[in-house]
């Protein structure tokens, strides 16, 4: 009956001992992480949570609550430059005050924050999917070629599936048209 008893106490046991194996590695990966810098898990989180927060805000049309995110989603990103989101933050800030702009009727500034948008190390979302093309769509539809040239140039530095793509929409806008393909890229509030 022990030995029952025993084998049965070891059987209910070993998920919990698997559980422990787990949750152990899971907080020496976050010692590894966070342990040894003056930043902790919480700012981390709060870092990530920044870029949906931006664009709710600004989908929400709290223009004064979006800026404000997207340069705090910009300030954070600094303690984050060996982080493989850095580039993100820096191209969804940027896209979000671009936007910002552009609804505020700053055309210039809308340019600018595009062209800093683009001004990132990429990461594995952008050099592989590509950037955010909402603004250069209504930069375009607006007559700012220049400028969208100058961005699709900038994002062929980092998206490397862009290859099939950009020579194709670079010859349609010099050609003073807008490319279809690129009005439909990443442009709808899903990918925001």
Known sequence: MKKLLFCLFIVLLKPFILLFECF???????YLRFGKSNKG????????????RSYKALNKNQLVRAEA???????????????????????????????IALKNGDIHQ?????????DTIGSPQLNSFGPNFKLANELLLLGHRDVVLNYLS???????????????WFKEIEEGNHPQAMRNFHTNKSHL
Do not use: R
């Not at 900038?154 to 194709?168: C, N, R, T, Y």
């Open 24 to 30: 152990s590695t899971l907080l020496y990966q976050l």
């Open 41 to 52: 898990l919480l700012h981390y989180m709060y870092f990530y949570g920044l870029k949906k």
């Open 69 to 99: 995110l997207a340069n705090e989603l910009i300030t954070v990103a600094g303690d984050f430059k060996d982080d493989w989101n850095y580039g993100n933050a820096i191209h969804h800030g940027n896209t979000v005050l671009a936007l």
């Open 110 to 118: 809308a340019e600018n924050y595009l062209l800093k948008s683009a």
């Open 154 to 168: 900038q994002v062929s530095k980092f998206w490397e599936m862009g290859d099939a793509f950009l020579p194709v």
